[in-house]
C-alpha cells in the first residue's frame, strides 16, 4: 500500500487551538515534523505559536518546541533577525549538526551577528561584549562540531571572525596537520583581518602554538614575530639554530635571516643583529665597531675596509676565536656570517654580482632617446638622464655616461643634481666603494673650493641612494656632511641622503640635525628636511609628526609644508587604526598642502590593507575636495591601499579613469601603476591604454609612466601589447611636435620598462606577502615627481631583483640547475633593440653601426668570458675528476645539456621546447616562478621550496669539492669588462673585494 | 484487539451513551479524553505509518471526529465546529483511499459550507467548494449550500430564508439560524448606506421582520447607533463622511510647465 501522505497542516493548527495541553504539545510536535513542507500554512498561525511560546504555565520542552517551529516559520519567510532571536529561545533544540537548509542559514546568521557583536564591542572597548550567552553557546557548538569533524578551516576562519582565540588555538592544535593549518592561519590573517591590533593577537597565539610545537617551523615563525616586531625571538631562535651542531640548521638560520631581509625593516633587523650573543670567548671588538671617519687622503684599500665594519671586525675575531673552543669556533663562524646577512650586505653584494653579471640593458635605446632630444630642451635631457640611472640600477653599469660625458655636461643647476645623484642609482648596493666612487662629487672637508654645491648635492643624495636602508657606514658623514655645510643645495642633498640611509632607524641624533636645518626655513632645504624627517621615522607614529605638523603651519613656504605632510605622512606608515587621529587632523586642515598629506598618511597608514574604510575615504575625497592636488593624491593613494589586491584596483579606479578632471585621470593611472606594478596584469593594461593617448599632457605622462610600471620585465612573447607600447614610446620620443611632458614621461617610460638591465621589477610585496617598507617607501617618494623632479630617483627603492640565488653554506653561490616548466620565449629578455629603419635614414647609420659594433664586440666578449668559465670548471672538474670520475662524466653531461638549451634560442628553425633548464643564479620573473621545478637528482636541495630569492641549498655530497658558478664567473670576466670602459685596472681594489664586481673608474665631466 | 484501541472504544461508547442522553458536560469531557488518546496512534495523520490495525484505528477515529463536530452543532460551539472539522479533514482527504467512505462525511462537508456561508468567510467557502469532486457536488447536502451562498451573492435575501425549510438534515437549523441573521446584518449594512432614514414599516418589510416588535428588539441589540424618531428609523451616516483629497491638479499643472520652461532656458 503506498504511503499516504498528509496534504495540509491545518489538522495539526487546529488541534493546537484545543484545551488540553497534551494535545497542544503533539501538535507542536507534528507541525516541527512537517514545517518545511507547510510553513505557508503555518505562517498565518505563527501569533499563535508565538504564544505558546511565551506562555509561562507551558512545560519548558514544549516552549522551546514552539520557539523553533516559529523560527523555522520566520527563516522560511526570509525574516532571519526574528527567525534567529526563536532559534535563540529553543536553546538546544536547534541542532547545529543537522543538515538543512534552515540550519546552515541560521547557523551562518548567528556567526555573523556573533561576530559583528563581538567585533563592535572591541572597537568601542567594552570590556565585556554583551552577547547573548544562548548565542555564544550555539557558536561554540558549531566550532566544537567544525573541530569534530576535522574542519579545521573552517572553524579556524570562524573563531578569526568571531574573535575567540581559545578556539582558534584549539582547533589548531587538534588538527592533523598542524603546519598546514598554522601557514593557512597566516594567510588568512593577513588577508581578512582588518585591523591591526587584532592581527598582532592572532599572530601572538600564532607564534605561541608554533613553539609548542614538537618541529617548530622557524621560517613561518620568525616572520610572525617580524610583525609583532619582536626582535628578541627572532634572536633567541637563530641562535639556537646557530648553535645546533648540525649543519642544515645553520642553513635554516640563514634562510631564516635571508627571508627576514626581504622585508627590508632595517631597525628590525639591526635590533636582531645587537642582540645576537657573543661567543663567549670574543673579545668586545667584535660588538659593533663604530664606523670611523675615513681620512679623505687614505688609499683605496683601506676606505674599501672601513666602509664595512661588520665584515672586516668579525673576520678579526673569527681568526682570534679559532684556537678556543672548537664549538664556539663554529657558532662564531657562523654568527659572522648570519650577521652579514641581517645587516643586509650579504644580500645586496650577491644582488650586485647579479645584476651586473646578468646586466641586459640596451644601450640602443638610450642612444636614439639621446639623439632625438633637442639638445636646449632641459626637462627632457634630464628626462634621458634618470632614463640611463633607472634602466642601469643597482648594474653599476656607467658606459652611457662615460661615453657621453659632453653631452652630460650640459646639465647645469638642478640637472647637474639629479645627473650627479644618478650615479648613486646606478651603483646602489655597491656599499663597499660607494664612497670612493662618489669622492670626485663630494663636498672637500672644510676647503670648499672645487666643484659646484649642485653636484656635491647631489653626490651625497646618490651616497643616501648607494646606501638606501643599509646606512650603518655612511650615517656618520651625512651627517657630519649636513652639519658642517650652510648650503642649500648641499643641506637638500645631505639631507634626503640621511632620510635614505638611516631609512626607519628612528635615530634622535640625527633627527636633531634635519631638524636644524628644517628650522633655517630654507625652502629647498626645508623640503628635504621635511621629507628626510618622515624617512627616518618611518612607521614609528612618534610625537615627531604634531611638531612636524606645528612647524608646517607656522611657515610660508610651501615646499617646506610639503615636505613636511609626506614626512608626516610617512610616519604613521602601516599603523592603520593608530593613524586614525592624525589622519583626521590632516584631512581636516585648512591648508591644501596639509590636505594633500593627508592623502598619504591614509596611503601609507593603509598600505596593502584593501581597508574598506580608508578606501571609501579616499574615494570620498578625490570627488569632493576642492584642490585639484587633493583630488589626484587621493586617487593615486588607492594604489597604495590596494596593492595588496592589484586585480581590485583596475575596477575602483575605472570611474575616475574618465573622470571630466585630468588630475583625476592623471591619480588614476599611477594608482594602476603603482598597486599593479610588475604584475602585467591585462585589465590595468586595457585601463591605462586610451590614457596614454590623452589630450592632456601630464595625463600621457602619468600613463606612460604607470605603463611601464605595469608592464616592467614582460616581453611581446607574453602579452603582444607589450611591443605596440614599447613602438608607441619609441614615437612619442621621436616626434618632434609631441609635448615636452609626455615626452618625458615617454623617456622615464622607457627607463622603468628596462629597469636594472632589465633584471628587476617593482614589488611591493615580499614573498611572504609582507609589505616592503622600503618599496613601498620609495614608491610614494616617487610619486613626488610632479613637485620635485630629483625624487624620482625613489623609485629604485622599489626595485627588486628577480633572481633565483642559490647558496651553500659558504653563502657563496655553486653551480646547481633547476628547470622552468615552460617555453624559454615566454619569459627571455626583450630582443635587443635594431636599426630602426623608420625615419631619418640619413642620419642613423653611423650611430647604428658603432653600437652594433660595440654589440657584437661585446658578444664576443661574452662568448669568451662564458669560455673562461668553461674552462675553469672544466679545471675545476679535472681536479676532481681523479677522485670519481663516474660522477664526473654526468655532471659533464649536464653541462652538455645546458649548454644546448642555451644556444637554442638561437636556431629559429627548431620548435621550442616546452621547458628550460636554468643555472644558479638565474633570472626567474615573477610570472615565471610558478613554472620553476627543482630537480630530484640534484646535487643540491634547497632548505625552503622557494621559486625565487635568496634560497639556501643543502649540499648532498659534501664530501665532493664544490663548483662555483657565479664568484668564478666573476673572478675571470671582471678585468675586461670593468677595464673596457675606463681602460684602466684599479689592481688595488681588485685586492681589496676578491668578489666583487670592479668599481668602474670615476670620472668626471667638466661642467 | 490491541489494549490500546480496546480502551477508545470503549471510551467512545461512553462517549455515545453520553450523546443520547444530551449530557453535554460528559460528552465533552470524554472527548478531551478520546482526542489525548488518539494522539498515541501514530497510524493517525499526519503520520499515516502503516500498522497493523491501521484501517480499525483510522475508521475509529474518524467517528470520533465526526461526533465531535456534530457535538459541536449541538452547543453551538463554532470554533470548537472549526476545530473538529479541520481534524477530520485529513480522513477524508488524505486517508480517502484507504477507508470506505463514511455515510456522514457529505452532511459535515455541507455543515462546515455553511458555516462559512454564516461567519461570511466567502473566499474560504469557494475554496472548499473547489476542492469538491463533481459526484460531491450532486450531493443534496452540498447542493444545498451552494445554491444558499448563489442566492446570497444575488442578494435573493428571501430565498435564502425561505430556504430554511428545505433543510437537508435537521443538523443544519442552528447554521441557517444563524444564516438568517447574516443575512439581515448584511441587509442593515446596505440600507445604512443607501437610505439616510425609513420608516418604520418599510425598514420591517426591507428586513424580513414579522413584526414592529421584532425589528425594535434587533435594532436595541444590533445597532445601537440607529435612531428611532416619529416613526423613522434615522441611520447614522456621519462616520463616513470622510471625504476623499482632492487633487491640486492645477497646481501641479502650473508647476510642471514652469519646469519644462526653466528646462528649455537651461539648455
Known sequence: MAATMVSSAGALLAMLNETHPQLKQHALYNLNKFVDQFWPEISTSVPLIESLYEDEEFDQHQRQLAALVVSKVFCYLGDLNDSLSYALGADSLFDVSEDSDYVHTLLAKAIDEYASLKSKAIESNAEEANVDPRLEAIVERMLDKCIMDGKYQQAMGIAIECRRLDKLEEAITRSDNIHGTLSYCINVSHAFVNRREYRREVLRLLVNVYQKLPSPDYLSICQCLMFLDEPEGVASILEKLLRSGNKDDALLAFQIAFDLVENEHQAFLLNVRDRLSVPKSQSSESVQPKPSDPEPTQNENSTASEDVPMTEGSSVSTATVQETDPNEAIYAERLTKIRGILSGETSIQLTLQFLYSHNKSDLLILKTIKQSVEMRNSVCHSATIYANAIMHAGTTVDTFLRENLDWLSRATNWAKFS?????????????????????PYLPQGGSGGGGSPYSEGGALYALGLIHANHGEGIKQFLRDSLRSTNVEVIQHGACLGLGLAALGTADEDIYDDIKSALYTDSAVAGEAAGISMGLLMVGTASEKASEMLTYAHETQHEKIIRGLALGIALTVYGREEEADTLIEQMTRDQDPILRYGGMYALALAYRGTANNKAIRQLLHFAVSDVSDDVRRTAVLALGFVLYSEPEQTPRIVSLLSESYNPHVRYGAALAVGISCAGTGLSEAISLLEPLTSDVVDFVRQGALIAMAMVMVQMNEASDSRVGTFRRQLEKIILDKHEDTMSKMGAILASGILDAGGRNVTIRLLSKTKHDKVTAVVGLAVFSQFWYWYPLIYFISLSFSPTAFIGLNYDL???????????????????????????????????AVLSTSAKAKARAKKEAEQKANAEKAAAAAESSSAAANTGKDKSSNEKDGDSMQVDSQPEKKAEPEPS??????????VPAQEKFIKFMEDSRYAPVKLAPSGFVLLRDLQPTEPEVLSLTDALSSTVSPAGGSAAG?????????????????QPFEYTS | MDPKLAEVSQLFERFKAACAREDVDTCCNVLSKLKVLLTGFSSLPPLFEDTPNAIHELTLARDIYEHAVLLSVKIGDQDAFERDFFQLKPYYTDASSRLPPSSQEYMILGLNLLRLLVQNRIAEFHTELELLSSTALENPCIKHAVELEQSFMEGAYNRVLSAKQTVPCKTYDYFMDLLAKTVRDEIAGCSEKAYGYLSVSDARQMLLFSSDNELLQYIKEEQPEWEIKTGQVIFQKAKESASCKEIPSLQLINQTLSYARELERIV
Open chain 1, 984 to 1000: 684602466q685596472q684599479g689592481s688595488a681594489s681588485a685586492m681589496a673585494v676578491d668578489e666583487e664586481p670592479q668599481p668602474p
Open chain 1, 915 to 924: 621547458f628550460e633548464i636554468l643555472t644558479n643564479p638565474a633570472r626567474v
Open chain 1, 812 to 846: 657563496k653561490v655553486p653551480k646547481f640547475e633547476f628547470i622552468s616548466n615552460a617555453k624559454p620565449s615566454l619569459f627571455e629578455y626583450p630582443k635587443p633593440t635594431t636599426v630602426p629603419t623608420t625615419t631619418s635614414a640619413v642620419k642613423l647609420p653611423t
Open chain 1, 419 to 439: 645627473a650627479t645623484a644618478g650615479l648613486g642609482v646606478i651603483h646602489r648596493g655597491h656599499l663597499q666603494q660607494g664612497r670612493s666612487l662618489m669622492r
